[in-house]
């Protein structure tokens, strides 16, 4: 028996407790990999820099996914765009280790993400919510990671929709089983998922923190929060010392409790990113695909 | 009986729930302080090695679990846990442990689309699942190291005394029978 969704889920279950890191160029995949991240994502611009650029944003050249997957041995990701399947196709054709369909490039379709029981190779999907969560499951997806607000360098987004996740989890569990068909409905997905959400009181697959993590408390603040593992886009290479402070993150999100060794890690980190106030976004990209 | 679980990265939750499941008393090991309890037995999870292995010098736990591990305290690694058992990795300049006398090769099925599930015999347990995620196996092993099962022709468990390295993970897909034969030998029956 060969179940490629089962397989695909213990793909995310060896990456817990691990930081995924966005790089642009093979150095930067090795300064990641040596700094200790647990896979990379091959993208050509950083969400910062894409929200700079504004205009249309795609999947990365496979030439340039090519030069990571050569320059590391840990897993190699890269992002599709919602509804692209397509373009998943061809993540899938040059043997990437997981597709990101992400909210981060412009989405192809504005009503129908991939179906993703339809590929071998695995997806991780953004969810702002439990609902959002179960709807990309549903569709394939064997793993999950908030949304955030990707490229701003602040995490309040990634902790509501953290929070919001967790607290609907709770919610279900302390359900009466006959009231979960109606929790279904309003949910939007099926009652087999709602009925796993209470019986374990967790997703059925790894749940990670992203959008907006930018210092090693940000990470273990996540942790603290019920993330799995965190995936940290701009944070680190828009900083003053990008080795340093994925070093520093990574031991952050091993040891997310230790808040004396947390405070050695965060010193002398250099310069953070710069930020943007959610207030002041333009683009809310979280908004991309429910 | 208590085991130690390294959680630095990666499944180390999976074998807890096992290990437990199996009446195993069990506590993790994040950093030097941890050390300090005692323990019978330790489990090396499966996730990245190049993360687990950077993680082991830099929280200070390298020396003294390798130390635990040759004084006699059994081991058990599965996958990237093997990698870090080995003597020699055939495709990768860093060694770690180096207490299994193995050449062990890593991500040697390719890419996750590589990742399989199969069905083989486990010597002194009989047929189990076993499930590999970009996983390792080993090349050669020293002639001391007692071969436990292969795949394909390719090893995938050895053992030398009580150092047990799996190349695939048991901790995911609900077969209890490798956990208990390492709980056996903490206990001393194998």
Known sequence: ?290 | MTIAVLAVQGDFAEHEAMLESLGAQVFEIRERADLDRPFDGLVLPGGESTVQGKLLRELGLFEPIREKILAGTPVFGTCAGLILLAKRLSNDDNVYFDVLPVTVRRNAYGRQLGSFYAEEEFKGIGKIPMTFIRAPYIESADEDVDVLARVDGNIVAARRGNVLGISFHPEVDGDTSVHKYFLDIVQGIK
Do not use: W
């Open chain 1, 1 to 290: 028996m060969e179940n490629r969704y089962e397989l695909n889920k213990n793909l995310a279950q060896m990456l817990k407790g691990g930081v995924i890191m966005d790089v642009t160029t093979p150095e930067q995949a090795r300064i990641a990999q040596e700094a200790g991240a647990c896979a990379v994502m091959a993208l050509e611009r950083i969400p910062a820099d894409i929200r700079a650029a504004g205009g249309v944003s795609r999947m990365s050249d496979p030439a340039m996914i090519k030069g990571i997957q050569e320059a590391v041995s840990i897993p190699v990701m890269a992002k599709c765009r919602i509804g692209h399947f397509v373009e998943a196709q061809l993540l899938e054709a040059i043997e990437i280790d997981y597709i990101d369909e992400s909210e981060v490039l412009s989405p192809a379709d504005d009503k129908y993400h991939i179906d993703k029981t339809k590929f071998k190779v695995p997806f991780v999907c953004g969810a702002k919510d439990l609902g959002e969560a179960l709807r990309r499951i549903n569709e394939g997806a064997s793993m999950i990671r908030t949304k955030g607000e990707p490229g701003t360098g602040d995490v309040v987004q990634a902790v509501r929709h953290m929070r919001m996740m967790q607290s609907e989890i709770r919610r279900l569990v302390s359900m009466r089983e006959d009231e979960l068909f109606d929790a279904a409905k309003l949910l939007q997905v099926p009652y087999d998922l709602v009925k796993y959400v209470h019986e374990n009181g967790k997703l059925p697959v790894v749940n990670f923190a992203a959008g907006g993590v930018a210092t090693p408390a940000d990470a273990a603040l996540m942790m603290q929060l019920g993330a799995e593992g965190v995936f940290v886009g701009s944070g680190i290479f828009k900083s003053g010392n990008p080795a340093k402070r994925a070093a520093a993150i990574v031991k952050a999100v091993t040891n997310y409790t230790d808040a004396k060794l947390i405070a050695q890690l965060s010193e002398n980190l250099g310069e953070a990113m710069v930020g943007i106030n959610e207030q002041e976004i333009e683009l809310l990209m979280a908004e991309r695909g429910k």
